[in-house]
């Protein structure tokens, strides 16, 4: 099948595509109240004391490296998987799984006090039922939606991140204290089940439950065709399901302008991914003294960077969604906002004040979903409707296998290097990175017909062509 090839749009798709999107907007938000709810019941009820950092540092490590390794661990199948099997099935049963999970959690956490291992294991099936859902999910809405409104639909997509990033850690704060102020509280309101709880950790993994079975109800009334695969259809042969899982590989190598695309959004993870680690010791060693003269104190200013950032992706989403991005040329949307977030990378380090820092973390927050959504039009665009699930696990993987590299190296570098100038250095290297890829004539043709040699994907088992 050539590379252009797509698959036609439903009857109103984008409306289908809207409640989806609405649906799943539920779930990363109770996604949000969850992350943030276990952290705090790690750090201020499972391992409270000071002789117990080593405990916590370990926890907190393991439960997220766990979460991180099974997805991508279950990326190829559930890409293959997303392929043969019904999407929208695929995604009510993964809804309907991660609703099971956190129920057992709930559990787990108001009648003891589960082992770390146990901890360890949810997040790990909760990365693969991440994985599964998303292959589902990713693949699905390019059947909805009319291609010139991709990246609209990808706009918001990308503003979902950023405003759970916004919303998630006050309404979990929230939810955990709400206990602590029934009991506080005369009257009625100290003599219910509330006061009873520890804290509010098990409101805020029930909401997220919730938010699992209201996204499985929108999905189960909604109509998400799959398209079919000839060679599953028409082949002498099946392919087996590993080939399917090597498929993804094989598609992107034949295709130098989307090879050089991923490569690139694979750099720029390697230089962007460490600043979880860089942001707290930005705050902890330059900012210390314009932070004094502020009257600021350091959790207040890492909570400031960190709001930056997440309110600069709503701002960006919410611009490329109104805007609807580039129709041509879509490449321009990628690599001129990579190369402004770039510089604002830089800037971010240089900076030495805290409003100046802040804004300049908010500006390239404001270039990561317009450059991401661009991205995702193109992919979708060039890749066919029934091959998506396998071709996208594979670009998964070679663009985010750099991100768990980019933390360790931070963590190192961080060691002998100031953290402002790791941000400097970093930045300018997006920069030269991604300008020199605006002069590379392959990627500049990437979402061009032509792009890429036509290249007929062999359908297994299929009598040779001479």
Avoid at 126 to 137: E, N, P, V, Y
Avoid at 392 to 400: G, H, K, T, W
């Amino acid at each position: 099948m050539p590379l252009s090839a797509s698959s036609p749009v439903v009857p109103n798709g984008w409306r289908t595509f809207l409640w989806l999107w609405g649906s799943q907007a539920l779930s990363v938000l109770g996604g949000g109240l969850s992350a943030f709810a276990m952290n705090i019941y790690l750090t201020q009820t499972r391992f409270p004391l000071e002789a117990q950092r080593a405990d916590l540092a370990a926890a907190l490590a393991l439960t997220g490296l766990s979460a991180v390794l099974a997805t991508l661990l279950g990326v190829p199948l559930a890409g293959a998987l997303a392929d043969r099997w019904d999407r929208r099935r695929m995604m009510l049963a993964a809804d309907l799984l991660g609703a099971s999970l956190l129920a057992l959690l709930v559990l787990a956490v108001t009648l003891g006090t589960p082992p770390l291992w146990l901890l360890v294991a949810f997040s790990a099936a909760q990365g693969l039922t991440g994985a599964f859902h998303g292959s589902a999910f990713d693949t699905s809405y390019r059947t909805l939606v009319p291609e010139a409104q991709l990246p609209r639909a990808n706009g918001l997509m990308q503003t979902l991140w950023s405003l759970s990033g916004l919303l998630s850690p006050a309404l979990a704060a929230l939810l955990v204290g709400l206990p602590a102020l029934a009991r506080a509280a005369s009257g009625p309101l100290a003599q219910t089940p509330l006061a009873g709880l520890r804290d509010g950790v098990p409101l805020a993994l029930g909401l997220d439950a919730l938010s699992f079975l209201l996204a499985a109800l929108v999905v189960w009334r909604l109509r998400i065709p799959t398209p079919p695969r000839r060679d599953l259809v028409e082949a002498a042969r099946r392919p087996t399901l590993a080939q399917d899982m090597r498929f993804g590989w094989g598609f992107i190598f034949r295709r130098p302008a989307l090879l050089h695309l991923l490569l690139t959004f694979a750099a720029m993870n390697l230089l962007t991914s460490g600043v979880g680690v860089v942001h707290p010791l930005l705050v902890r060693f330059t900012l210390v003294p314009d932070l004094a003269a502020r009257g600021v104190s350091q959790e207040a200013a890492l909570a400031t960077l960190w709001t930056a950032m997440s309110a600069g992706g709503l701002c960006g989403g919410l611009l490329v969604s109104a805007w609807g991005g580039l129709r041509r040329r879509r490449v321009l949307g990628v690599l001129v906002p990579m190369v402004l977030a770039g510089a604002a990378h830089a800037l971010s380090g240089a900076a030495g004040t805290l409003p100046l820092t802040a804004a300049a973390i908010a500006a390239f927050g404001v270039m990561t979903p317009v450059l991401n959504a661009h991205s995702q039009s193109i992919w979708q665009s060039r890749v066919p409707a029934e091959m998506q699930g396998r071709v996208f696990s594979s670009r998964r993987l070679i663009a985010q296998f750099t991100a768990p590299v980019s933390t360790a190296l931070a963590g190192l570098l961080a060691a002998r290097l100031a953290p402002g100038s790791l941000l400097v250095g970093s930045g300018l290297l997006i920069v030269v990175v991604s300008g020199l890829q605006l002069l590379n004539p392959v990627l500049r043709r990437v979402d061009e017909p032509g792009a890429d040699p036509a290249v007929e994907e062999p359908v297994p088992g299929a009598a040779p062509q001479p």
